[in-house]
């Protein structure tokens, strides 16, 4: 059997002997898509034999939403859920949208009809994959947190037959340290991908099998979120509050949520558009300062922070859809890249994605041939076209980008066009060729402070003795031309301060310093591997088990 290059090899060594586990279907990660689609599969057929890998230790460990739900494809999956709701799960009361200045702000007199909430539900994404998951194990689903999928495995002809576990007790030279594992190899005749937003399984496969070639590339924002205590009968549970304009300047997408829980806790996070042109832009410290906005401080003075973290946003829509299906595997959920942006949701278009593929195979003896055509035609695809247009219309400013929100929802998505996507990396002006936005940032007094704050809420974990997960290609580029374009923006975009250049006397090129990758801070946000400018820098999985825990985000 072949298998595909691990990029994170350092040293040469000996092929071990690994066990083998046989499987119809193995399903990579266990948020929303990956757990509804082994639950359809099961109800379906319950002989079809089913494994779920999760990278992270607990399910729901590495998942963070904002999240607000609609229920209709959670009603069909599991219909009685209501009587049994996961544990954070409080329906959506008032809805307000917000436009900021940085002293004040205005309330929208009307919210558009897709931000309107009444009948859903506001949850924690993570307890509710952890709700998910043993409903899913009572079908006979088999569940394993911990196991990251390193690569994919394929045969002779190239099609994917399963996936390989990464190995455990590599150290960083990689050598094998005393407690060496070697990672088990997982073959299935259905391998379904469900990493999540920039699964980094998914972006080999799309490569290797050309599956981006009739679409625009896909396009991302990054989603920063903090879970607050507040004192006593400050929150209005079910409340939900967004916002946009200031701290983004006008030709900068981004914009705040803000969701209120029963026990007096907030829910709260920012999103930058990973399209953003300012070199200087730092998605982390716009959050720390909408934070402090007059119309947010007062609600959160005097609570304190339980849980932080970051996370990609897949948000290139209909156009950006690459092809879900290729021999061997599918693609679902944000692997895909079905969150509808102008709603500001994906958990629906998760779970019926995962329901759909279930039903494909379910109904084809587990041949995959023709779910791209099915998702395609199904509700999930039309949901996307008629907003096809509607985030890329911001890439023309603020006020642009809600002129043609209007049109497009007055129209239906019928307009006669399809608005282009253009890629992330590229987005970036050089210094000093356009003037710098004037941030008007001020005094930032709430917590945490700075990231490496923010990355104790996270309660990261990463072996500091294991291979890094953070693969620099051309590290002199970092220090030459990086420093000279663009200033190092990966000192700026990452939320978790892992990237630092430093001095160095031994730096490449003579410069005096070299780029100190800080892998253990990492949240597994993605942010790297997207924005970069050059395209050098690769996120792999580090060690099952490793990364973020995080709490009811």
């Known amino acids: 059997?072949?298998?595909?290059?691990?990029?994170?090899?350092?040293?040469?060594?000996?092929?071990?002997?690994?066990?083998?586990?046989?499987?119809?279907?193995?399903?990579?990660?266990?948020?929303?898509?990956?757990?509804?689609?082994?639950?359809?599969?099961?109800?379906?057929?319950?002989?079809?034999?089913?494994?779920?890998?999760?990278?992270?230790?607990?399910?729901?460990?590495?998942?963070?939403?904002?999240?607000?739900?609609?229920?209709?494809?959670?009603?069909?999956?599991?219909?009685?859920?209501?009587?049994?709701?996961?544990?954070?799960?409080?329906?959506?009361?008032?809805?307000?949208?917000?436009?900021?200045?940085?002293?004040?702000?205005?309330?929208?007199?009307?919210?558009?009809?897709?931000?309107?909430?009444?009948?859903?539900?506001?949850?924690?994404?993570?307890?509710?994959?952890?709700?998910?998951?043993?409903?899913?194990?009572?079908?006979?689903?088999?569940?394993?947190?911990?196991?990251?999928?390193a690569q994919t495995l394929h045969d002779a002809d190239g099609r994917v037959t399963g996936v390989r576990i990464g190995d455990m007790g590599i150290a960083r030279d990689g050598s094998e340290k005393p407690g060496y594992t070697a990672g088990i190899d997982i073959h299935a005749k259905v391998t379904v991908l469900a990493e999540g937003a920039r699964g980094h399984l998914t972006k080999r496969l799309v490569k290797r099998f050309k599956l981006d070639a009739d679409s625009d590339p896909q396009a991302y924002s990054i989603g920063i979120k903090e879970l607050w205590q507040l004192p006593a009968g400050r929150a209005t549970p079910g409340k939900i509050v967004h916002s946009l304009g200031w701290p983004a300047d006008n030709n900068t997408y981004g914009g705040s949520f803000l969701y209120h829980l029963e026990n007096d806790q907030v829910a709260l996070g920012y999103v930058s558009g990973l399209d953003y042109s300012d070199p200087d832009f730092k998605p982390w410290e716009a959050f720390q300062q909408w934070k402090n906005h007059p119309t947010v401080k007062p609600l959160l003075e005097g609570g304190n922070i339980l849980s932080a973290g970051a996370r990609a946003i897949v948000t290139g829509g209909w156009q950006s859809l690459p092809k879900v299906e290729m021999p061997g595997a599918l693609l679902i959920g944000d692997t895909a890249g079905l969150l509808n942006v102008p709603k500001i949701k994906g958990t629906h278009q998760a779970i019926r994605s995962g329901m759909l593929a279930a039903e494909h195979l379910a109904a084809g003896a587990l041949a995959i041939e023709g779910f791209d055509a099915k998702l395609r035609d199904s509700d999930a695809m039309r949901e996307l076209r008629a907003v096809r247009n509607i985030k890329p219309g911001f890439k023309k400013g603020l006020w642009f980008g809600l002129a043609n929100a209007a049109w497009e929802t007055a129209v239906g998505g019928h307009s006669p066009w399809t608005l282009k996507v253009t890629p992330d990396w590229s987005s970036l002006d050089k210094l000093g060729t356009r003037m710098q936005p004037e941030r008007d940032?001020?005094?930032?007094?709430?917590?945490?402070?700075?990231?490496?704050?923010?990355?104790?809420?996270?309660?990261?974990?990463?072996?500091?003795?294991?291979p890094v997960h953070l693969l620099v290609h051309d590290t002199e580029v970092c220090v030459t031309r990086c420093t000279e374009e663009y200033g190092n923006p990966c000192?700026?975009?990452?939320?978790?301060?892992?990237?630092?250049?430093?001095?160095?006397?031994?730096?490449?090129?003579?410069?005096?310093?070299?780029?100190?990758?800080?892998?253990?801070?990492?949240?597994?946000?993605?942010?790297?591997?997207?924005?970069?400018?050059?395209?050098?820098?690769?996120?792999?999985?580090?060690?099952?088990?490793?990364?973020?825990?995080?709490?009811?985000?």
């Open 491 to 553: 000192t700026r975009f990452c939320p978790a301060g892992v990237y630092e250049i430093v001095d160095d006397p031994e730096g490449p090129a003579g410069t005096g310093k070299r780029l100190q990758i800080n892998a253990a801070n990492c949240v597994h946000c993605k942010t790297c591997d997207i924005k970069d400018p050059y395209e050098i820098i690769t996120w792999v999985t580090p060690e099952g088990g490793s990364g973020p825990n995080y709490q009811n985000l």
């Open 441 to 466: 940032w001020g005094q930032r007094e709430l917590a945490p402070r700075d990231r490496l704050a923010g990355v104790y809420f996270a309660a990261t974990e990463h072996d500091e003795d294991q």
């Open 1 to 149: 059997m072949n298998q595909q290059a691990d990029p994170s090899a350092t040293i040469e060594v000996p092929e071990p002997e690994r066990d083998v586990m046989e499987y119809d279907v193995v399903t990579v990660g266990a948020g929303p898509a990956g757990l509804a689609f082994a639950i359809r599969l099961k109800q379906l057929d319950p002989e079809i034999s089913v494994c779920v890998i999760e990278k992270s230790s607990t399910i729901g460990a590495h998942i963070l939403s904002g999240a607000v739900i609609e229920p209709g494809p959670l009603d069909a999956l599991l219909p009685g859920w209501r009587d049994n709701p996961p544990p954070v799960c409080v329906p959506a009361g008032e809805d307000e949208l917000w436009y900021l200045t940085k002293d004040g702000g205005r309330k929208f007199p009307i919210v558009p009809p897709g931000m309107r909430n009444h009948g859903n539900f506001i949850v924690s994404l993570g307890a509710m994959c952890a709700w998910l998951a043993p409903q899913a194990e009572a079908l006979g689903v088999e569940i394993y947190p911990g196991f990251a999928a």
